[in-house]
């Protein structure tokens, strides 16, 4: 069984601003906060 990973919404609006923003790209982000998913929602 997989592990479910929950993040606070605090945690999802600056890494969606830091994406946003061009700071990171979302395969870095992935790498740096070890995000697993690829959903873009």
Do not use: A
Not at 2 to 14: G, M, Q, W
Not at 28 to 39: D, H, L, S, T, V
């Amino acid at each position: 069984m997989n592990k479910v990973n929950h993040y606070t919404d605090e945690f999802k609006i600056r890494i969606v601003e830091e994406v946003l923003s061009g700071k990171i790209t979302m395969e870095e982000c992935r790498r740096q906060y070890g995000i697993k998913g690829n959903r873009l929602y």
